[in-house]
């Protein structure tokens, strides 16, 4: 019954996309293990999803994503497919270096 203004209408969705991506992320996070498939670190937030061998560049480029709230929307409208891993941010930045990642080097 309340009438509200334009501001506040806006407000209000901002916050509910940020819920439902909140929601998508961490879906998606747990639907691959809930834990870095490198180091074993299980606080979401640190935590990403990798795909694994590469090819995330041209996997966003294909599906037109342009930020991550695309890449969990397709997760889950793709039910979660093969070739995604959970890797924390550390871990997935680390195996782009040309050392390679501490947890995977003697």
């Not at 501001?7 to 916050?15: N, P, Q, S, V, W």
């Not at 606080?43 to 590469?54: K, M, N, Q, S, Y």
């Not at 294909?62 to 924390?88: H, K, M």
Request: aromatic share 8%; with cysteine.
């Amino acid at each position: 019954g309340k009438k509200s203004c334009r501001e506040c209408h806006l407000a209000r969705g901002r916050k509910y996309a940020k819920a439902r991506h909140a929601r998508r992320r961490a879906a998606a996070l747990l639907a691959y293990g809930g834990a870095c498939q490198c180091c074993g670190e299980t606080e979401l937030v640190f935590l990403a999803i990798d795909h694994i061998g590469g090819g995330g560049n041209q996997h966003r480029k294909e599906i037109g994503a342009s930020g991550s709230t695309t890449i969990y929307r397709w997760l889950e409208a793709n039910d979660y497919p093969e070739g995604f891993q959970v890797l924390c941010h550390n871990c997935n930045y680390a195996r782009s270096q040309p050392c390679g990642c501490p947890h995977q080097t003697p």
